[in-house]
């Protein structure tokens, strides 16, 4: 079957579509969101010019994520999921109004931080809710398609919403007023996609309690026992592991080409400013276009090769981008070299999420997602710090374009070589 008809078939279930609508209504308001807040913090006349400051201001707001994942695994294998979604989306609007509120108020210290680092705290419940309840209302032969749907279309919806956030700054200006009304707006789809949650019965979405045995019982107890069951189940589950492994690796080399990128729009290609944020939407737009092809890719893909056959292609695909487009550092084609990684990561991510939904049990998906959460992250944190060490602040360095490719190229070819052990499923 095409794209468009297994996209029709997935959204002919209705509770796939009420689910399907609450991550794209949130996610397009993270979009707007986060536009806000780079703006502000990257592209403001005060903005952060050397990779260390950058570096320190994405472990700021990334590293609470790897804290909180692990906690709101347990929670959400314990809470009702439809519940987490909806007292998740409305804290985050609360919190988006407060951000507002502070930066309106010329308070943009260490309360405003506060309030971010907690939006984007909360948002880990909701992601990782929506991934352990999607197998609830799809059914599992289903789970690519729905895998391609889902967070592909919440990306897209995401970068639609910066790009949306973009435009209103390019109106509003750099000033505390345009970002307010920026982050009062993402505030107001939060709070919609709390009421799109309300549309979903309270127990539809799991989890799964009375299949649970008394030893997962005695884990949710305690949040470190639970998180270090979970990282036992996966250890277990190779094409899991293996997947989770490859998507923190992924994650490392990304976290790297973005904060390249950024200072290279900051300090290089542009003088900053609202010009530098406008010239970097441009290669994150590009990326989004390479997210949607991905997603579009992947399903295609699929039907016709092996799951480790299509990320070794994606992940070679993705050495090749650097070494052709990124290295040249010509503004004119940095843009190619998005797009590419945006179909890399979309493509890995898809195939990666079905490997893990289809190895681990319900009772513990919550966890395991919130695992891949933390690592997700602290593999961003890492390689900010690797980057304030090895990106000059002008963001043009050959040798570290050229040991990102190697990278690439590493986790390719450990995805080609045959898989010699017995698969549990067919078509890992």
């Avoid at 809710?129 to 391609?148: I, K, T, Y």
Wanted: glycine share 12%; charged share 15%.
């Amino acid at each position: 079957m095409s794209f468009h008809g297994d996209l029709r078939e997935v959204l002919r279930g209705p509770r796939f579509r009420r689910l399907f609508g609450t991550r794209v209504a949130s996610q397009f308001s993270d979009g707007v969101y986060q536009a806000g807040l780079a703006g502000y913090v990257f592209f403001s006349p005060e903005q952060h010019t050397t990779a260390g400051a950058v570096a320190a201001a994405f472990a700021v707001l990334l590293l609470p994520f790897s804290v909180v994942g692990p906690f709101a695994g347990v929670l959400i294998d314990r809470w009702q999921r439809r519940q987490v979604l909806l007292f998740s989306a409305l804290a985050k609007a609360a919190l988006a109004g407060l951000t507002a509120a502070l930066v309106a108020a010329g308070s943009d210290g260490a309360p405003f931080l506060l309030a971010a680092l907690l939006l984007l705290s909360v948002n880990r419940f909701f992601l990782s809710a929506l991934s352990a309840a999607l197998p609830h209302v799809v059914p599992e032969d289903r789970l690519v398609m729905a895998n391609a749907v889902t967070p592909t279309c919440g990306t897209a919806a995401a970068f639609l919403g910066a790009g949306a956030g973009a435009g209103l700054r390019l109106l509003g200006g750099d000033g505390p007023v345009g970002t307010a009304l920026i982050l009062a707006g993402a505030g107001v789809g939060f709070a919609a996609a709390g009421l799109v949650s309300l549309t979903l019965g309270r127990a539809e979405l799991g989890p799964d309690l009375a299949a649970e045995s008394s030893r997962v019982r005695r884990a949710l107890r305690n949040v470190l026992t639970g998180l270090a069951d979970g990282a036992r189940h996966i250890w277990g589950r190779r094409p899991a592991r293996d997947g989770l492994a490859t998507i923190a690796g992924h994650r490392f080399l990304y976290g790297i080409s973005t904060i390249m990128t950024l200072l290279l729009y900051n300090n290089t290609f542009t003088e900053g400013g609202t010009a530098g944020f406008a010239s970097f939407s441009v290669t994150m737009a590009a990326s989004a276009v390479g997210f949607l092809a991905g997603a579009v890719a992947t399903p295609w893909a699929r039907e016709r090769m092996r799951a480790r056959t299509w990320i070794a292609a994606l992940l070679a695909a993705g050495a090749a981008a650097l070494l052709v487009f990124g290295l040249p550092f010509d503004a004119a084609v940095f843009p190619v070299a998005g797009f590419v990684l945006g179909v890399v990561s979309q493509g890995v991510k898809v195939t990666v999420d079905t490997l893990v939904q289809r190895h681990v049990d319900d009772a513990y998906r919550g966890r395991v997602f919130s695992v891949y959460d933390m690592l997700f992250n602290a593999a961003f944190v890492a390689a900010a710090a690797v980057a304030a060490l090895a990106v000059p602040p002008s963001g043009v360095s050959a040798p570290v374009v050229t040991a990102m490719a190697a990278g690439y190229g590493a986790m390719a070819l450990y995805w080609a070589v045959p898989e010699r052990r017995p698969r549990v499923l067919a078509g890992d």
